[in-house]
T-cell receptor
Framework: NAGVMQNPRHLVRRRGQEARLRCSPMKGHSHVYWYRQLPEEGLKFMVYLQKENIIDESGMPKERFSAEFPKEGPSILRIQQVVRGDSAAYFCASSPRQGASEQYFGPGTRLTVT | TQLLEQSPQFLSIQEGENLTVYCNSS?????LQWYRQEPGEGPVLLVTVVTGGEVKKLKRLTFQFGDARKDSSLHITAAQPGDTGLYLC????????????FGAGTTVTVRA
């Protein structure tokens, strides 16, 4: 039973480019959560999605960041016109139903903006 | 956002010693979780504590939830090098049962 999968594991982008981070939830999970971890800081909630719906995006910057979870395929976190401050580890978690008690985390994508 | 403060930030001890990590907040949480994170990997859930005053044991690890559900502690007895890692506490918000608020973590190093 495969866990949460994220790709790429490492991503290097120059300032101004776009970054696309993918998250495939565990089989049977239809709820996805994205978190960002800056160096020396804890994970910060960004967005919660169910299939085709954004439920809570209160932790996501209003500009340049967007997320989707289409009916088919992985969830995508998209960062346009990246800046150095976007360098971080981005984790997604999935759960079979809404709630924090059953969130399983993926290995993360380390984004480096040069 | 409800904030969780973890202390200490770094902890280095000799194999066989005991250690305690603290997680404190001024906010009440519906439950609190402890995770362990290895370098280059995602957090892995160790335990969830739900009831104020609850104590849970996982082999040599003891987790306690404060009576007021604002703080928690993780105690490791007779630490081993395999216990080395980043320990994170995360509170589940009362109003949003899906949202985890994480502390910054405690990096534990156990020397052989």
């Amino acid at each position: 039973n495969a866990g949460v999968m994220q790709n790429p594991r490492h991503l290097v982008r120059r300032r101004g480019q776009e970054a696309r981070l993918r998250c495939s939830p565990m089989k049977g999970h239809s709820h996805v959560y994205w978190y960002r971890q800056l160096p020396e800081e804890g994970l910060k909630f960004m967005v919660y999605l169910q299939k085709e719906n954004i439920i809570d995006e209160s932790g996501m910057p209003k500009e340049r960041f967007s997320a989707e979870f289409p009916k088919e395929g992985p969830s995508i976190l998209r960062i346009q016109q990246v800046v150095r401050g976007d360098s971080a580890a981005y984790f997604c978690a999935s759960s079979p139903r809404q709630g924090a008690s059953e969130q399983y985390f993926g290995p993360g994508t380390r984004l480096t903006v040069t | 956002t409800q904030l969780l403060e973890q202390s200490p930030q770094f902890l280095s001890i000799q194999e066989g010693e005991n250690l305690t990590v603290y997680c404190n907040s001024s906010s009440v949480f519906s439950s609190l979780q402890w995770y362990r994170q290895e370098p280059g990997e995602g957090p892995v859930l160790l335990v969830t504590v739900v009831t104020g005053g609850e104590v849970k044991k996982l082999k040599r690890l003891t987790f306690q939830f404060g009576d007021a559900r604002k703080d928690s502690s993780l105690h490791i007895t007779a630490a081993q090098p395999g216990d080395t890692g980043l320990y994170l506490c995360a509170g589940v918000e009362l109003s949003n049962d899906y949202k985890l608020s994480f502390g910054a973590g405690t990096t534990v190093t156990v020397r052989a």
